[in-house]
């Protein structure tokens, strides 16, 4: 009892509210219930938005280093220098039998320039020395060869391990490794020089130990090249092989279209020979690092991408006659951008995590209010005891304080469990929310229930009066409109994510993309739910006039609770925004699984690509026809691919993809496909005019139709191309060429198929059963492996995170919203009972009451998340993380969508029969006497 407080002589001096511990506990137990449910949903919100951004930084690490896996010899850092001068003492050039070691000292010159911060993101070194492309000739068409020395980071220097099966390593040429001969500038015979070759070169060029390989380059000068042995790779896997493919097998289109390539090995001991077969400056000379994925993170990336600019920045000039270092690489493209996809995630995920922070915020007010109006006898009467309000403002904000604090640090204790550290910056608006909301609300109510001021008893003051509030509210509101509206403009401006040069300096914290384009949908959704608050009281007043006009006393009843109860904002609020958010993240989920489908389509073209290995399209036709019988299989389209082939146009030279394929085919294969169809390969068959036909597309939109093109070929007259289209996608290349196979053989330039496109459900198997002559590229395989890259697999999980936390705070709403008008409207229904209302026809009212702000939700709701998931999708750069071109097109999740209507309306059908079991046992005496249902 606390009469000591009203008989106190007030101090006036008193600095400090004196809270009453007693009235703390006892409230805090008498509403266990509420409390605990206010800290379940802190401690459930607090886990997901604690748990998020840890998450996000290791997926960002796990991206970083799948982009540099993905991005193969891309990622690889080069460095060049040219050969120092052998110049020797008669005027001529002089052999130089250390050149190998001059190598390993070039290697570890490089080694020392990387820095240590650098040099420890880097796997060991490999050193190569590669002659000029040379032209084999037999008489054969288009087959090139080249030398090349390979020396790793091993103790002995020498390259990857090798067995030799015929012959031996090749020895020097000059009479043995110390020879210092001197040969002329100009004239004289060739310099002999010995090479090994692998079993596969060795068997297309059907040469042996001892054969000389006819040789000579752009100039004609003719090259002494003689086989010393034929050797098999130790370990084929060796990432050194990776630097010179042709040293193992053949490689087609390496030198141009039609062309195969072949590459005879050097040794420690005939690389000097090497030098002096070539011009002092024809060899070149290269260290190749490699990065290691496993050392690579987050926070180094950026570190490591500025010292690669830093070092590209402080390059030797490629005209430079000195040995200066010349760095090369790509490394800083392929950081900054993944920077950009973390950047991108990073910013999806704050507007997904907005969203339920935004709905968990309006449950913890309607929570709170539930609370006070269980409260608000009990409040009330401590007013009239004399409890001054900072002592009850107090008291209150202690026990939301400690139940608050206590939840956020369980949830924040969970999401360290789960994930790899937990962040509180996201967990602040909710801890806010429950600890402020409850005091704000219970001292505003005992307050209200011990004011004196009287109602004014001239009209016009009283009309003043409901004016004022009128007008705050439409301050509030219009406040709302014009946040979204300003969150609107900034996303459809600048986007979700930052900048490329942005992303570097990018924090994985609450304002990924900036806080306000991020909390666009939120907003949105608030402005919406306000527009159909709005419209509410007199969509429930027609309605209840309508029902006064019928002669059902049931409809009359429900629809004359249902505009009673029209006016209230809070559960409208969370029902609406809840759903909308709901469909929101659902639609964003459907939208990026379909944009990932439709990028596998575009890479592969079909159910399965067949790429034939290069040594084997002669073979293409024999593999076609056996992939064709193949039961399942519908289409087959073989094709030739080749990247980096030159055109001219108006003396400009850039380099595209051709594709080479039979038109009609390639057309009948896109129609039975999702890909868009291409109508232009119609026009493919001959223009008249002695020009093949060509679609070209390319990532600035191409050339006009008209246009002239010349297809460059080495050793070979130039093919005249017209444009008379746009080319389809062919895989991720932007910059396309596409002629008919046939037109193009008869211009001069026959095709040699390497690329095999198969369709049908028995695809894979067939593809699978022929995988020894070509590498397999399944749609399917890819499709999972994309879906499982780590940016796009953590965006998806928590989309539906998302959307499972949004339906069920919305459900929570639902109920809270019930439990709060749960005592007037079964006081008004007992009392209509003593009037013959039976409890059934009590159960249609109370469904009567609920039903039109949850109609309205579970209709309004998912049409506003599909509205602004139409709004908002295209400048959220999801195609940052599916790998398309152009912004997805927005993909409607209906059944999803009835699923979220279904639980709502489902949620009405459990809770009117609950509270009507609840309330049975009450007597009609007890509520007419105490007034409470």
Same mark, same amino acid.
């Given at each position: ?20 511990? !007693? ?60 050969? =120092? ?10 052999? @130089? ?39 084999? @000739? ?28 015929? /012959?031996? $390593? ?17 004239? /004289?015979? !060739? ?35 003689? &086989? ?16 010179? $493919? ?22 420690? =001991? ?5 030098? #002096? ?41 490629? +005209? ?7 760095? =090369? ?68 904000? #202690?026990?939301?304080? &400690? ?17 790899? /550290? ?20 219970? @001292? ?32 509030? =509101? ?27 300096? #990018? ?6 993309? /900036? ?15 306000? &527009? ?20 059902? !006393? ?115 294969? #896109? ?62 290349? +932007? ?103 039976? $409890? ?94």
């Amino acid at each position: 009892m606390r009469w000591h407080a009203a008989l106190r002589v007030p101090d006036h001096r008193r600095a400090l509210p004196a809270p009453h511990w !007693p009235s703390v506990r006892g409230r805090a137990r008498a509403d266990a219930g509420p409390l605990l449910l206010a800290a379940a949903v802190v401690a459930v919100v607090t886990l997901l938005a604690g748990a998020v951004p840890p998450l996000l930084t290791a997926t960002a690490g796990d991206a970083v280093q799948d982009a540099v896996r993905r991005s193969g010899r891309d990622s690889d850092l080069l460095v060049h220098a040219r050969l =120092e001068r052998d110049d020797g003492v008669n005027g001529g050039r002089m052999r @130089t039998p250390t050149l190998a070691e001059d190598i390993d000292d070039f290697r570890d010159r490089a080694v020392d320039a990387l820095g240590p911060g650098l040099r420890a993101a880097m796997r060991p070194p490999v050193a190569t020395v590669t002659s000029p492309v040379l032209k084999i @000739t037999d008489g054969s068409v288009l087959r090139t060869f080249q030398l090349a020395y390979l020396a790793d980071d091993r103790k002995s220097g020498g390259g990857p391990h090798v067995t030799w099966i015929a /012959g031996g $390593p090749p020895p020097p040429s000059a009479g043995g490794v110390d020879s210092r001969a001197e040969v002329p500038y100009e004239g /004289g015979k !060739p310099w002999r020089v010995q090479v090994g070759l692998s079993e596969a070169d060795a068997a297309a060029l059907n040469v042996r130990p001892g054969a000389r390989i006819p040789l000579a380059d752009d100039q004609g000068n003719v090259k002494d090249v003689q &086989v010393s042995g034929v050797f098999r790779a130790t370990d084929g896997a060796d990432p050194a092989w990776g630097l010179a $493919p042709s040293l193992l097998r053949p490689v087609s289109g390496a030198d141009g279209v039609g062309t195969t390539r072949f590459t005879g090995l050097l040794s420690r =001991e005939s690389l000097p020979d090497a030098r #002096l077969a070539f011009g002092p400056d024809d060899l070149q000379r290269t260290v190749w690092f490699a990065p290691d994925p496993g050392k690579l993170t987050w926070d180094s990336a950026h570190t490591i991408g500025a010292k690669v600019v830093a070092l590209k920045a402080t390059s030797g000039s490629s +005209g430079a006659i000195d040995g200066s270092l010349k760095w =090369e690489t790509r490394l800083d493209d392929v950081l900054r951008n993944v920077r950009v996809q973390v950047a991108a995630a990073s910013a999806q995920a704050s507007v997904l995590l907005t969203g339920v922070l935004a709905a968990a915020v309006l449950v913890l007010l309607l929570a709170a209010d539930l609370l006070v109006r269980r409260r608000a006898p009990a409040l009330g009467a401590a007013r009239q005891r004399g409890v001054a309000l900072p002592d009850l403002s107090i008291e209150l904000l #202690l026990e939301s304080a &400690v139940i608050a604090l206590s939840a956020a640090a369980a949830g924040l204790a969970l999401a360290r469990a789960v994930a790899p /550290g937990a962040s509180w910056a996201w967990v602040i608006p909710v801890v806010l929310a429950a600890a402020v909301a409850g005091p704000a609300f219970g @001292t505003l109510a005992a307050a209200r229930a011990t004011r004196d001021r009287r109602v004014p008893a001239n009209r016009s003051a009283r009309s003043w009066a409901r004016h004022t509030v009128r007008l705050r509210r439409a301050a509030l =509101e219009a406040a709302v409109v014009i946040a979204a509206i300003a969150a609107f403009v900034s996303l459809s401006q600048r986007g979700i994510a930052p900048a490329a040069d942005d992303a570097a300096g #990018l924090g994985l914290g609450p304002v990924g993309g /900036g806080a306000l384009p991020a909390s666009a949908p939120a907003l949105g959704v608030l402005a919406g739910t306000l &527009v159909l608050l709005r419209l509410m009281p007199a969509g429930t007043g027609l309605a209840l006039r309508q029902a006064l006009r019928s002669r059902r !006393p049931l409809a009359v009843f429900g629809a004359a609770r249902a505009a009673a109860t029209s006016a209230r904002v809070l559960p409208l609020l969370v029902l609406v925004t809840s759903a909308a958010l709901t469909s929101f993240a659902l639609t964003l989920d459907a939208t990026a699984v379909r944009g990932l489908e439709d990028g596998t389509w575009r890479t592969v073209g079909a159910d399965a690509r067949l790429d034939v290995l290069p040594g084997a399209t002669a073979s293409t036709p024999g593999l076609v026809r056996r992939v064709a019988a193949a039961p399942g299989v519908g289409q087959v389209v073989a094709a030739q691919v080749t990247d980096n082939v030159r055109f001219a146009a108006d003396s400009l030279v850039d380099s595209r993809r051709l594709v080479v394929v039979d038109a009609s085919a390639f057309r009948r294969l #896109l129609t039975s496909t999702p890909l868009p169809d291409a109508p232009a390969l119609a026009r493919l068959r001959g223009t008249g005019r002695g020009d093949v036909p060509a679609l070209v597309r390319s990532d600035d939109g191409g050339p006009p139709e008209g246009t002239r093109l010349q297809l460059l070929r080495d050793g070979a007259p130039s093919i005249r191309l017209t444009v008379v289209g746009t080319a389809p996608a062919v895989g991720d290349a +932007g910059d396309v060429v596409m002629v008919d196979a046939a037109t193009l053989a008869a211009a001069g330039m026959p095709s040699v198929p390497d690329t095999i496109w198969v369709r049908g459900p028995g695809a894979a198997r067939a593809a699978a059963a022929n995988a020894g002559a070509a590498d397999v590229v399944l749609r399917d395989d890819l499709l999972r492996a994309r879906r499982a890259a780590p940016l796009t697999s953590g965006l998806l999980r928590l989309a539906w995170a998302s959307a499972a936390t949004l339906l069920a705070l919305g459900l929570l709403g639902l109920l809270l919203g019930a439990a709060a008008s749960a005592p007037e409207r079964w006081q008004t229904l007992t009392r209509l009972r003593t009037l013959g209302l039976r $409890p059934r026809d009590a159960r249609w009212v109370a469904a009567g009451e609920l039903l039109p702000p949850v109609l309205v939700a579970a209709v309004g709701g998912p049409l506003l998340g599909v509205l602004l998931a139409r709004l908002t999708l295209g400048s959220l750069s999801l195609r940052t993380l599916t790998g398309q071109a152009a912004d997805l097109a927005l993909v409607l999740p209906w059944w999803r969508l009835a699923l979220v209507t279904a639980a709502l309306l489902a949620t009405v059908a459990v809770v009117v029969p609950a509270e009507s079991a609840l309330r049975r046992r009450r007597r009609l005496s007890e509520v007419l006497r105490v007034g409470d249902g």
